[in-house]
Structure formats: C-alpha cells, structure tokens
C-alpha cells in the first residue's frame, strides 16, 4: 500500500544520485525539473534512529497549522537532518512565501531549546505599477520540552512568522 502525500524539494531532503526522500511516504523519488513531476519511485527502509516519532508529531501539528493559516496553498515538510528537525513551510498564494526552521531534538539533558527560524518572502505586485517586496528575516525562540512540545513549536512558528511579516509589511 503507497499513501501520497504533497512535499518539498529542499537540500534537507536531496539523497545522492540525485534523488529525494519523502519521509512520511518513506520513498524516494528522482524528481523533473522540466515536468515538475516524480519519477522512478521507490521505497526506502531509512534508519531513523528514533527521530521518526518526533518528526510524525511535528508533522501533524504544522500539517494543522498550514490548513489554517495558507488557505490550502501552504506545504510543510519536516525533516531529519544533522540530530535536529527541519521544518520547511512553503505557499504560493499571493506571492512566494518560505519559512525554515530548525528544532533541536530533546535529548534528556536540557529542559529548553532554541529554535531558529528564517522566512522569505517575494510578491510581485502588477496591477496600478510594477512593484515587488523581497524580504528575508532570521529570527529564534527559546522553547521548553513539555508534554505539548509540539503544539508549542507550532505556536511559536506562528507568532514568529505573523510578526516578523507585519513588521517587514510596515518597514
């Protein structure tokens, strides 16, 4: 049985030979540029060292916030990378919105963890002139390890990424 589902090419994801991996299908796929399409599909048996239940339950949560907060134009993807997640937002809906984030995977030993993050935003706008706003913004919060750990990561995304926009919108 094959469940597919929308994800991100992003160098989080790339495999040699030029290959992606899409972690909630567990396959791995050569991708088009040209077609934008997914060929040579193929099932993979990747060793998550146990990361895989922290990325499942950030999955879900930003799976909730894009529905909520891009109007159906919005993706996430989390991935496994470097002993840390990454969680990629992307939508097209007026504009090219990006977002990056990085979480650190509880180790035991902290109770709190920072979480770094960078969104970049283009839109071109057309009708009255020709005018675009190309931004980029890093930003971090610190997050404590609780049993909602994941709801919170996903509160904190949110507040970043309404803030740092509002603000770049007035600047």
Not at 2 to 25: A, H, K, V
Not at 77 to 95: D, K, M, W, Y
Request: hydrophobic letters at 30%; proline letters at 2%.
């Amino acid at each position: 049985m094959c469940f597919w589902f929308q994800t991100l090419i992003t160098p989080f994801n790339e495999m040699p030979n030029g290959r992606f991996y899409d972690p909630r299908s567990r396959n791995s796929f050569k991708y088009e540029h040209l077609r934008k399409e997914a060929t040579d599909i193929q099932i993979e048996n990747a060793n998550d060292g146990g990361s895989e239940t922290w990325r499942k339950a950030v999955q879900e949560e930003a799976d909730k916030y894009t529905d909520s907060h891009y109007e159906e134009t919005g993706i996430a993807a989390v991935f496994v990378n470097n002993g840390s997640l990454t969680l990629c937002i992307e939508s097209h809906r007026n504009g090219r919105w990006r977002s990056q984030w990085t979480i650190p995977i509880a180790d035991g030993k902290n109770e709190q963890c920072e979480i770094k993050g960078i969104i970049k935003v283009h839109v071109h706008y057309y009708e009255d002139g020709n005018v675009q706003l190309v931004s980029t913004k890093e930003t971090s919060a610190k997050i404590t390890y609780t049993v909602s750990f994941y709801k919170s990561i996903l509160s904190v995304v949110f507040m970043e990424e309404r803030g740092k926009r509002s603000k770049t919108i007035a600047e």
